[in-house]
């Protein structure tokens, strides 16, 4: 059973980067074939896929996102993390971490999700 677990703070202010973690159990994130995804959703609004690093460690981000976002991983502590440069209000949203086996779509084990805020 795998298990995904978003941690990082839940306030952050403007223009400051924004840094969660993902903590996997019950399975590698190197293990083939499988990619790790950050998602979020802002209040009242829909999913948002913001990017995704793969078990070879290839990354892949939302084109809206990229130039803000950067993904990377730590196979020894089986982790993988979020960074989001100069965050705005409109970066306050529920972060989830999940599981796919594709880079984009079709997650199949999520994280209970992460509330943070960016404060005005």
């Known amino acids: 059973q795998v298990q995904l677990q978003e941690s990082g703070p839940g306030l952050v202010k403007p223009s400051q980067p924004l840094s969660l973690i993902c903590t996997v159990s019950?399975?590698?994130?190197?293990?083939?074939?499988?990619?790790w995804s950050w998602i979020r959703q802002p209040p009242g609004k829909g999913l948002e896929w913001m990017g995704a690093?793969?078990?070879?460690?290839?990354?892949y981000y939302s084109p809206s996102l990229k130039s803000r976002t950067s993904i990377s991983r730590d196979t020894s502590k089986n982790q993988f993390t979020l960074q989001l440069s100069s965050v705005t209000p409109e970066d306050t949203a529920v972060y989830y971490c999940?599981?796919?086996?594709?880079?984009?779509?079709?997650?199949?084990?999520w994280g209970q999700g992460t509330q943070v805020s960016v404060s005005s």
């Open positions: 999940a599981r796919s086996e594709a880079p984009v779509e079709f997650q199949d084990y």
């Open positions: 019950g399975g590698s994130i190197t293990t083939n074939y499988y990619y």
């Open positions: 690093i793969a078990y070879s460690g290839s990354t």
